[in-house]
């Protein structure tokens, strides 16, 4: 259980760190994610069943995940579009393309298929406890993605990508297209979010043009989360892993709410209810805690 927690956690966690870089670092709400979660398994799945390695089919669903980001910011650059509505655009749209790329199928299995997944498994049995296995994958994976996006974020670019976040007007002044950076940083935040679904379908089993209902919500609650738990932090390293901690924690309450549930006489379509009140519950937490003042003894 324990294993299966972290592991779920891990896979969405990518997800999460794309979601920190549009909301936390462009200060960009960006709805697209619902449509490039399934995007990434969508592509990753059909490359698969075409007979393309893994590693390349998830090299396609990442590029797919950053054209699906790099739409929605050329709709709200040029065409003054809030980046709430060119969201909402392109996520409709990619509905209907993920139907397309499933060949006009709303649910495709692989599980006869040669994933990454399946080839970690079976090179690694009997050295690492089969339980373990891609729990130590994911790890190794989530942890390669944080620290090439720090690295990412310590270069001129990066920073100056975060200085937009805080001030767009200081950018504009030092001579910096704005829309240029929106660009780049939507689009890789949507190529992490595709990845992250590439993985999802191969874990599952299967890729659904569902899966990506509410994901932009268990993004949000995984990144406050973190915030709220670790202590805060201006650095770029602490704060993706704040976003990593927080997706295993928010994956393990559902865990716990999918098996545990029954208790309470819950069912599965109780937990969207669980992510709302959970989100809810933070932002609480994250006022009171703002709101809180030192206690002073009046002399």
Excluded at 208 to 234: H, P, R, T, W, Y
Aim: charge should be positive; include cysteine; charged fraction near 10%.
């Amino acid at each position: 259980m324990i294993e299966g927690i972290f592991v779920e956690g891990l896979i969405y966690g990518i997800m999460v760190l794309g979601v920190f870089i549009s909301f936390r670092i462009l200060d960009f709400p960006d709805l697209t994610v619902d449509g490039s979660f399934p995007l990434g398994a969508a592509l990753m799945v059909q490359c698969l069943l075409l007979g393309m390695n893994g590693w390349l089919a998830l090299l396609v669903a990442f590029a797919g995940g950053v054209l699906a980001g790099v739409v929605t910011a050329l709709i709200h650059n040029h065409l003054r579009v809030p980046n709430l509505l060119a969201g909402i655009l392109t996520m409709t749209m990619l509905y209907s393309i993920n139907i397309r790329i499933l060949g006009n199928r709303a649910n495709v299995p692989i599980l006869d298929q040669s994933t990454i997944l399946k080839q970690v498994t079976e090179k690694f049995t009997g050295i690492i406890p089969d339980d373990y296995i891609l729990l130590v994958f994911f790890v190794i994976v989530a942890l390669v993605v944080k620290v090439l996006l720090d690295l990412f974020f310590r270069t001129d670019l990066g920073m100056t990508m975060g200085a937009m976040g805080n001030n767009e007007q200081m950018v504009i002044s030092q001579g910096v297209n704005p829309k240029t950076l929106k660009t780049i940083g939507v689009g890789l935040s949507n190529g992490l979010v595709a990845i992250s679904g590439a993985f999802a379908a191969q874990y599952l089993g299967f890729a659904d043009v569902g899966l990506g209902q509410g994901i932009i919500v268990s993004g949000l609650a995984s990144v406050m989360i973190g915030e709220f738990l670790v202590l805060k932090s201006n650095r770029i390293g602490v704060l993706t892993l704040c976003a990593l901690a927080g997706s295993v924690c928010f994956y393990a309450v559902m865990y716990v709410g999918r098996f545990y549930g029954y208790v309470i006489h819950m069912t599965p379509s109780d937990l969207n209810l669980i992510k709302g009140v959970l989100i809810i519950a933070l932002l609480i937490a994250t006022q009171a805690k703002k709101l809180k003042v030192p206690f002073k003894v009046a002399k």
